[in-house]
């Protein structure tokens, strides 16, 4: 609450500046003309003087003139410039035409540097400030999703905070990275993406063909996310206040799962016939069909069975043993929810205040931001402060210099094991069989009270409570994820200064040193009370990660106007340094609870430090050339060195050739509706040095081995002196357009081949190491992408505008050390793509006993198959077929923008088409019958000698060879995602200006507002692979919001 | 700003060394090197490896014990071991599954016993230190096969032709096709024949050092395996020396700290303890793991009640009717961490006891009555006073000495190569107080069954051009 009150003062402040402002002020609005977009950073100046100012993010501006003033004049980069008399108006809005002669005066942020849009021969998209900001996202890399083509996105899944997963045209490597390198204000950037405020970007830009990132070398190959922050505007300060409030639920639902009544007579088949399928030691022949029966209706609530009996009868009165249903008068006591109990609604506060303006020589930007994300499950939530300071000063003609100053704080609850760890709520919560209660009762169903709080006491489901629980015994996660900690806090902090100077006219020279600290104490604390950690009084860790990175570089840029022939040389050296400082300790044996500190606990258990040392040089140089803003050309090449790799191979060439050609500048073009078209196309190599590990190249022992009191090394790899980056290879053909004054938009086509790829390459196992790091593979990706925006109606009151963009890509391995690799659901093999999945085939279910049956490949005289399929019943014999993959056939977005008069409202729909989902969470609750663990709905569905036509088994208790990894359990991955809507509504400006305010917004957002998937309770966006399981979900949030500038 | 732009960096500028690894050459600069990559080597023998259920030596002991008669397995529990109990883990030729782990924890006990060996000779230093590192880096090389060529084929005797393991005597890339059992033997007996001479005499700086004492006690149960009755018997009276039985106390204390009885064992403190992927993890019922979450591991009722009353090793499993939830009749309390509230315990790995049994049967195999009975009593006189073996002979004899195998070291990891070498069938006795059919799933199995070897894992048969599914064990 603190620092809500501090931003209000701050708030307060500004209000007072604004107050003590004497002047006649005239206010107003600048939209363009056509689709009536406001237009943010437009200047007004009152001609003739140097009076003046910049709109706002809404397009708002609010000027102070003399009383005798004639003339606004508003000058916009790629508008005509207008002048309009004040008169006694004291609001005057005003519509820009947009200025197709200035189109060349729209810039791009390149590699260490800026270029005009219509000079630009690369493939980039760009993402304003206005569509991050629609989104309440807490990491601007969930904002990306749907705005712009080349790009796949995971959703990030439900942990606050978290970060999504970007990859550019396609997966571009199979063991190192497949990340974007991230650049924020010029600088690699080491830090959180989540670490950066949204209110602060005025820009992001996707950089994915040759042209526009070869420049950065040898991290450039999986394309380059260049985030650019905020900066203050010359003219009169201003400020912007965002307060915004929201709540959140869940997004994908649980899956439909049985209920304790059903669950009892479905555990009492699956016993029965496991009896079934016995042989009776004592007879040598198989159990009766009676015994069995009497077996299971005995035992089903004992001790080898699922041991609670949730009824008002004993557990072995409860199945009618000649229908294997309830008997009658057999009432459930209690059923208690795991969700309900931990799963909740969360509230989600975000609050930003920024101020920024500038003087003649100088700008600034300050912003100070407050988040807190409270998660959908307890016991896990986000918080976060983070300040900007940007200062930019023109000390003279010739110098330049600038600094921008970032921190942020940011405090994680919850961090909770993935996987089926017991203390995962996810996996817990879904396969508690329902018959388990939270809370413990007695044989009546009655609460028990806790002797200690008079509480009602919770199950831990231990043999001295109500029984020892099959599932997850000595657990009860509302309890213990109360009592644990597993925390992450963070200081992260980034410092950018540069010094530039301008000398012999045309000559620029930069040097800019950039870097980031990055502090995390992550605290696992298990609590001595209950769970895993019991018997030992309590476990706790802390770990500490401190990473220092930094780069410098110095560029000379040589600018030349030679008639129509225009130049941009550049030069420069960079080096780029991290180290990374990890240390970590735990011990056990606390004395009293609550406490979580390391002395206190009696017992050492382990500790541990490491430094990560990563170093990169590079001297690169590139030429931009057009004559006439009608034939372009670009050419770069960097000269990279790595400490990853060893002395004699870690200099590698990258380069890039570009060329475009503006058609409609050409005189014969003199079709009207063509209002700008350029052709253009570009060529070249990048590198991908992030291989796993800083050291792979060196024969290494690990040390640690100790032996209790004895130092002990034991070999960890050997060398590979030959081993180096991964190349990239990249094709790119594309057309701009611009046509009827309505339509503009982009076609391109790729091709990517990453070559050299990095293979852990198999040694043979019993040689006691198992890989050995080389550079073995190829792999192509290749596809198209469009991206098309059309006015549809443009007038005063109305205007309507569609954003339309779809990529598709293909992933090809051209190349394998062996013949094929498995992993998991996958196989590499030559001609398929890195995610196809290559499991068993379900064949169906047998009729005649219900047993589940997979294809197998008769094999002929020669091992090899024939052809001819038959079924088996034993999955292990089942033979595997690929199955398709999880890359989706086309991704994109849709945005719908409307507006009519001061509301605006708009829709962003996310989507993704074909490609292949493997449900693991599914094939969890469809196990043949583990007692204690729950089962899906469509376990009903069964097969039963009544019901013999159906694809699922029968159950049957410990049945290993029928169930597992197959086609079973393989969806259709499509989605779509009604990703964003926000409904706005935006003072009058007079009305705003009345109470002294420059404009007001108020806004409704519902992010994440309608997932469709082809299976309910799939999260199928969760991953680039096709497969997750027990994730954080994902959630929605619906916001109200205030955007205030002063 | 010229000159800055031409100033490269210096050239150590990209050159970095990791802090938690040191290169090869480092290591085996000095003899001190050379040990410390001895202990290595000595601690992967008891680190916890990719999951709960692998622990290093003890947990394929537990393997060898849970496959054969006399262990029971409470409940399913959390279901680690199950499988093995039931004779379906040791058929998954999957990454991770237990062959595949099985078969990476020795052959990296290889690995770097044979790296040792190929970096002692141009390390710097004492030869005395040198040979003492090269006499423990043979016996834990030749330790690991023997219990390869056990795990992936049928004993020695009749099967000296049948493949074995890939054989390697140096650190390679270059795989190697299975080797016969005689091949894998022959190198063993080599092997340990060199250890033996070279420790000879040699100081032994920790527990978990092979000494000469503990090289011959893995050669006395290379030669029981082998049936070479006369080796076995010495080597194993050579190995005890005058180490007499352990007392009734220091029996039902645990196994967990070395006592007089031990030979060779691993120290585990509370830094290393692996805590739930841990022995006593899943044999402690106490302990708070698995062994208490359900697979309490228990004697089978037909084994416990031939241990008579007067036996201090019937206290190491809970009397009938006496038991708890959590501690149920019949479990084994034998295997105890030695204080409650942490997971510091320590893994025998031999002692004398075993040492006695093995002279003893192999004096009883070679008609020698009177002395296996003499030494076999020596060792159960001190479990129970009123033991008296002295009316034995033949084949009677043999068979006690058998049973009080089966009773005296319980646990510790003997049951399959004792199948094996035995030939016997597995015939697991059911009803109250045995072995639950629902739980077994496989009660008996003829003796030599396919079903008694682990299948080679996928990974190497795909990654080593020498071996193909063609060598695969049987089904």
């Not at chain 1, 974007?180 to 602060?200: E, H, K, Q, R, W």
């Not at chain 1, 413990?440 to 509480?455: C, E, I, L, M, Y």
């Not at chain 1, 199928?1020 to 096709?1026: A, C, H, K, L």
């Not at chain 2, 003796?447 to 599914?469: C, M, V």
Request: net charge neutral; glycine share 8%.
């Amino acid at each position: 609450m603190k620092k809500v009150l501090l931003l209000n003062f701050l708030f307060l402040f500004a209000l007072l500046g604004q107050v003590m402002a004497q002047s006649r002020t005239v206010t107003g609005k600048v939209t363009a003309a056509g689709d009536g977009v406001p237009l943010p950073g437009v200047s007004v100046v009152v001609k003739g003087t140097t009076t003046g100012t910049a709109t706002n993010a809404d397009g708002s501006f609010s000027v102070n003139v003399p009383a005798d003033a004639g003339t606004l004049v508003f000058r916009y980069i790629g508008y005509v410039t207008k002048e309009v008399a004040v008169g006694s108006n004291s609001t005057v809005n005003v519509a820009l035409e947009l200025d197709n002669q200035q189109l060349s005066e729209v810039v791009i942020s390149v590699p260490y540097g800026t270029v005009a849009k219509t000079a630009f021969t690369g493939a980039e998209s760009t993402i304003t400030a206005r569509a991050i900001e629609k989104q309440q996202v807490t990491s601007v890399s969930r904002a990306i999703e749907g705005l712009v083509p080349g790009v796949q996105v995971t959703n990030g899944g439900g942990q606050p905070g978290s970060s999504a997963t970007i990859r550019v045209r396609g997966i571009g490597s199979v063991n190192a990275s497949s990340d974007p390198l991230y650049i924020v204000d010029g600088i690699a950037f080491d830090g959180t993406l989540s670490s950066i405020s949204n209110d602060d970007i005025a820009s992001i830009q996707v950089l994915k063909d040759a042209a526009a990132s070869a420049l950065y070398g040898a991290r450039a190959a999986n394309g380059v996310i260049m985030i650019t922050t905020k900066k203050g505007k010359k003219g009169k300060p201003t400020v912007a206040v965002n307060v915004r409030s929201g709540l959140s639920e869940r997004l994908v639902p649980e899956y439909d799962r049985v209920n304790s009544q059903e669950y009892y007579e479905l555990m009492w088949e699956a016993m029965r016939n496991n009896r079934l399928a016995a042989v009776n030691p004592a007879t040598k022949v198989p159990y009766t069909p009676d015994e069995a029966v009497a077996y299971a209706t005995e035992n089903i609530g004992g001790k080898n069975g699922l041991v609670y009996n949730p009824f008002n009868v004993p557990a072995n009165q409860v199945i009618n043993p000649a229908t294997g249903k309830l008997n009658p008068g057999v009432n459930l006591l209690y059923e208690d929810s795991w969700e309900d109990a931990l799963f909740r609604t969360a509230s989600r506060q975000d609050i930003n205040m920024n101020v920024s303006g500038g003087a003649d020589k100088s700008d600034y930007f300050l912003s100070l931001g407050y988040v807190n994300e409270k998660g959908i499950v307890k016991f896990s939530d986000y918080d976060r402060f983070n300040g900007r300071l940007k200062v930019n000063s023109d000390v003279t003609d010739w110098l330049k210099a600038g600094m921008n100053l970032s921190s942020t704080l940011s405090s994680t609850d919850g961090l909770f094991a993935d996987g089926t760890a017991t203390s995962n709520p996810f996996y817990y919560t879904r396969n508690m069989g329902p018959i388990y209660p939270v809370w413990q009762r007695d044989a009546s169903g009655n609460f028990v009270k806790d002797p200690v709080t008079g509480a009602n006491a919770l199950d831990w489901g231990k043999a001295t409570q109500m029984g020892a629980r099959p599932y997850a015994g000595n657990s009860n996660l509302l309890g213990s994820l109360d009592l644990d900690d597993r925390s992450l806090r963070r200081v992260e902090a980034t410092a950018n200064a540069f010094v530039e100077t301008k000398f012999l006219k045309d000559f620029t020279f930069r040097t800019t040193l950039g870097g980031n600290i990055y502090d995390a104490l992550t605290v696992t604390f298990q609590n001595s009370l209950f769970g895993d950690a019991d018997n030992v009084k309590g476990r706790g860790t802390k770990a500490n990660t401190r990473q220092i990175s930094y780069t410098f570089n110095q560029v000379l840029t040589y600018n030349k106007q030679i008639g129509s022939h225009n130049f941009t040389v550049l030069g420069g050296h960079e080096n780029y340094f991290l180290d990374s400082d990890f240390v970590t300790a735990t011990r056990s044996g606390y004395p009293f609870p609550g406490i979580s500190e390391l002395a206190p606990a009696a017992t050492a258990e382990g500790s541990n430090s490491y430094v990560n040392k990563h170093r990169l040089e590079g001297y690169f140089t590139s030429l931009n050339y057009d004559y006439n803003q009608k034939y372009l050309l670009s050419a770069s090449f960097r000269r990279d060195g790595s400490s990853r790799f060893y002395e004699d191979v870690r200099w590698g060439n990258f380069w890039s050739v570009g060329g475009g050609y503006r058609i409609s500048e050409e005189s014969f073009m003199t079709a009207d509706w063509i209002d700008d078209m350029k052709l253009r196309a570009s060529y070249g190599e990048q590198g991908n040095e992030a291989l796993p590990s800083y050291y792979a190249w060196q024969g290494l022992y690990s040390l640690g081995w100790n032996n209790v009191g004895r130092p002990g090394v034991i070999i960890s790899s050997l060398p590979n002196q030959e081993l180096q980056w991964e190349k990239n290879s990249n094709f790119n053909v594309g057309v701009d357009f611009s046509l009827f004054n309505k339509v503009e938009g982009t076609v391109e086509y790729f091709n990517k081949v990453s070559d050299n790829l990095l293979f852990a390459v198999p040694l043979p196992y019993s040689t006691g190491i198992t890989t050995r790091d080389e550079n073995a593979g190829s792999m192509k990706n290749y596809g198209f992408e469009v991206q098309l925006g059309y006015n549809a109606i443009r007038t005063a009151d109305f205007d309507w505008r569609i954003d339309v963009n779809m990529s598709r890509y293909k992933n090809e391995i051209t190349k394998l050390p062996q013949e094929e690799i498995i992993s998991g659901t996958k196989k590499l093999m030559v001609g398929r793509s890195i995610y196809d999945f290559f499991i068993r085939e379900y064949a169906g279910v047998d009729p005649n006993n219900g047993d589940a049956l997979y294809y197998k490949d008769v094999l002929g005289e020669d091992g090899k198959p024939t052809g001819e399929r038959i079924t088996t019943n034993n999955i292990n014999q089942g033979s595997q077929y690929y199955q398709g993959t999880a890359i989706p056939d086309l991704v994109g977005g849709v945005t719908n923008s409307l507006r009519f008069k001061n509301f605006d409202f708009s829709v962003l729909v996310t989507y993704s088409l074909g490609g292949k989902f493997y449900d693991g969470n599914y094939a969890t609750l469809m196990h043949p019958g583990s007692y204690g663990s729950a089962w899906h709905k469509d376990i009903l569905n069964r097969w039963t000698p009544e019901n013999r036509n159906t694809d699922v088994p029968r159950v049957q208790n410990a049945l290993a060879t029928q169930n597992g990894i197959s086609s079973r359990y393989l969806f259709d991955a499509t989605w779509a995602n009604v990703k964003n809507i926000n409904l706005g509504y935006t003072l009058p400006t007079n009305l705003a200006g009345k109470v002294g305010l420059n404009s007001v917004r108020a806004f409704l957002a519902v992010d994440n507002a309608y997932l469709y998937t082809t299976e309910k309770g799939m999260d199928p966006q969760r991953s680039f692979t096709g497969t997750s399981d027990f994730t954080y979900p994902p959630f929605r949030t619906y916001t109200f919001g205030l955007n205030v500038n002063i | 700003m010229a000159l800055m732009m031409l100033t490269s960096c210096e050239k150590e500028y990209l050159d970095t060394k990791p802090t938690d690894q040191v290169s090869i050459d480092t290591v085996f600069e000095t003899v001190d090197g050379a040990w410390v990559a001895l202990d290595g080597t000595y601690r992967s023998m008891y680190t916890s490896l990719t999951n709960h259920g692998n622990f290093g030596q003890k947990s394929y002991d537990l393997m060898s014990d849970l496959m054969g008669n006399d262990m029971v397995v409470h409940s399913a529990g959390y279901g680690w071991f199950n499988p093995e109990y039931q004779y379906t883990a040791i058929q998954s030729v999957n990454n991770d599954q237990r062959p595949h782990r099985t078969w990476f924890y020795y052959y990296r006990l290889i690995n770097n016993a044979n790296r040792i060996l190929d970096g002692l000779e141009t390390a710097v230093g004492l030869d005395a230190d040198k040979q003492n590192i090269r006499g423990q880096a043979l016996a834990i090389r030749a330790n690991s096969y023997f219990y390869l060529v056990n795990f992936w084929q049928h004993t020695y005797k009749g099967h000296e032709n049948a493949p074995g393991v890939p054989l390697y005597t140096k650190g390679t890339i270059e795989g190697a096709p299975r080797a016969s059992v005689q091949e894998i033997y022959n190198q063993i007996v080599a092997d340990l024949t060199e250890a033996e001479t070279l420790l000879d005499g040699k100081p032994r700086k920790h527990i978990s050092h092979i000494n000469a004492a503990t090289a011959k006690g893995i050669r006395a149960r290379v030669a029981l395996q082998m049936e070479d009755w006369a080796t076995a018997a010495i080597k194993a009276r050579e190995a005890r020396g005058t180490i007499a039985p352990m007392s009734a106390a220091n029996y039902q204390a645990g196994f967990s700290k070395p006592n007089s009885e031990w030979i060779w064992g691993l120290e585990v403190n509370t830094e290393q303890a692996t805590i739930y992927a841990s022995f006593y993890s899943h044999i402690d019922p106490y302990s708070g793991g698995y062994a208490t979450l359900g697979t309490q591991k228990k004697i089978t009722k037909e084994l416990y009640d031939l241990i008579p009353e007067t036996d201090i090793r019937k206290k190491v499993f809970v009397t009938p009717g006496t038991g708890t939830t959590t501690v149920p009749d019949y479990a084994a309390i034998k295997l105890r961490l030695p204080t409650a509230g942490n997971w510091m315990g320590d893994y025998i790995l031999m002692r004398a006891g075993e040492m006695y049994l093995i002279e003893a049967e192999a004096l009883a195999r070679q008609g020698d009555n009177a002395g296996a009975q003499a030494v076999l009593n020596t060792l159960i006189k001190a479990r129970n006073a009123a033991y008296d073996a002295s009316a034995l002979t033949g084949t009677d004899l043999i068979n006690e000495i058998l049973l009080q195998r089966r009773i005296e070291l319980w646990g510790e990891g003997f049951s399959l190569l004792d199948i094996k070498r035995l030939k016997l069938p597995i015939n697991r006795p059911t009803g109250p107080g045995n072995h639950d059919p629902g739980l077994a799933r496989i009660l008996t199995l003829p003796a030599e069954h396919p079903s008694f070897l682990l299948k080679i894992p996928l990974a190497e048969i795909t990654s080593n051009p020498a071996i193909s599914e063609a060598d695969q064990n049987p089904d």
